[in-house]
């Protein structure tokens, strides 16, 4: 398996090819912010407990599948910005929100196996992915260029809040009915 270092470095290899491109002169390239999101994935699937893992290499396909659609949209986006001849002009602000909440809620609503068949559940899950947005959005977007970097920063803040939040209430509202 590739480690997240060996993958990172794979990608400033490839580099200098893309910086020929006269595409992404700009700052951050789409390759580096690719291997951002695929070593993020990687290390949300490391958090799977042993126990957890069943058919692995049916995921493992998975992954790569996704990741290789992932970086054939963003090469030809590149191959056809470049034949335009206009550099990328990402503000970023939409990626890190919906990112966050893919991270955030996604795992929520995997790791909170007992509370799924609670309707409370899904109307408190559904009422912070509504506040994240509402709050995270406007704020992002104020911004001029936003960095991939505030998604291992707003992960953990938001977990931190959104997890205790959902045990609370749920449970809250799930021992007034017995």
Known sequence: MIGPLKLLSCSRLLEPYWRRSQCL??????????????????????MKSNKERQNTGRDLLLYIAIALLIAGVAGGYGVYLARKGEEPNFKNDWSVTVATAALVFGYAIRHGRRLRKLWSFWAIWFALLVAHFAILLPILSRMEKVPLVLIGLIVPLEVFIVYPTLDFVVGHLDSRHP
């Open 25 to 46: 002169e700009s700052g951050s390239s789409s390759l580096q912010q690719l291997s951002v999101l695929t070593a993020l994935a990687y290390f949300m699937k490391l």
